[in-house]
């Protein structure tokens, strides 16, 4: 029996900053500043709070296309809506930050999954995407982000659509870096392909497991990395996706976190 393909999708939001010759640091800039409300439920919009962005790229059953999809929306984010600020700032100065947010403003990478959600798909996300993601993340802002603001705690999700898709919204916005948001991709199609199809049935992670989570405490957590790592690689899809999820899981075995005041756009050589 053939395993039918599910749809993917995301909607990673991001924060916009901007300096001037005369400012020592960059400054937060609302996105509904720059994002005029006909445009807000667009490809490029605003999220529900309105003051930072998110990027919703078309949903593929195919990882690399939707990839594709994130990139295309990443390169026309600058060319639309920096030019928006170009009589008040130079290009140089403003930039688009991810990641947990810089403690500025909590972001997300949400990822949409065309499968109804069961506890066990849920499960498998928080122990095989989730807490491997924790380890490139950067301290203290995912603290600040889960902690400060309960945003992006383990199994944290939304369904619609008469319960036919759902919303993993544990991850922070891990677009900061072009091959992050490629692993990323791909082994979340991986990690519930297998419990859709394979089998995969974790169990749910204990209360003390979440707080290490929501903390960061990543010495607790390096035996659950340990596992995960080696659940991962016996994973159907992982030989399909080998290279774009080594990359991911070689960032984070070497505990090489991302660089949360990088510019996005920079990093994805689209400045």
């Known amino acids: 029996m053939s395993k039918p393909f599910f749809t993917i999708g995301s909607d990673p939001e991001f924060i916009l900053q901007s300096k ?29 709070c309105s003051e930072t962005g998110e990027l919703r790229p078309r949903y593929s059953s195919d990882p690399l296309i939707h990839f594709k999809n994130l990139q295309a929306l990443i390169r026309l984010s600058r060319t639309k809506y920096v030019n928006s600020l170009k ?29 109804a959600l069961d506890p066990f798909i849920l499960n498998s996300l928080d122990r095989y995407l989730s807490i491997p993601l924790l380890f490139v993340e950067l301290e203290p802002y995912n603290v600040d982000r889960r902690h400060s603001h309960s945003y992006g705690t383990l199994s944290n999700t939304r369904s619609y659509n008469y319960d036919k898709r759902f919303e993993y919204r544990t991850p922070a916005s891990w677009i900061l870096e072009p091959e992050i948001a490629l692993g990323t991709i791909c082994l979340a199609y991986t990690v519930v392909w297998e419990s859709k199809y394979n089998g995969l049935k974790p169990e749910k992670l204990g209360k003390e497991v979440q707080d290490y989570f ?23 899809l992982y030989p399909q996706y080998l290279n774009q999820i080594d990359y991911l899981l070689k960032r984070i075995t070497k505990d090489k976190v991302w660089k949360e005041k990088e510019n996005v756009w920079k990093n994805w050589a689209y400045v």
């Open 20 to 48: 001037d010759k005369e400012l020592a640091d960059y400054e937060f800039v609302e996105a509904h500043d720059l994002i005029p409300d006909s445009d807000c439920r667009k490809r490029i919009g605003c999220d529900g």
């Open 214 to 236: 929501i903390l960061s405490d990543k010495k607790k957590l390096k035996p659950y990395l340990t596992q995960a790592l080696k659940k991962i690689r016996k994973m159907e």
């Open 87 to 115: 009589k008040y700032f130079h290009l140089d100065d403003i930039r688009m930050i991810a990641g947990s947010g810089l403690g500025i403003r909590p972001v997300g990478g949400h990822i949409q999954f065309g499968v």
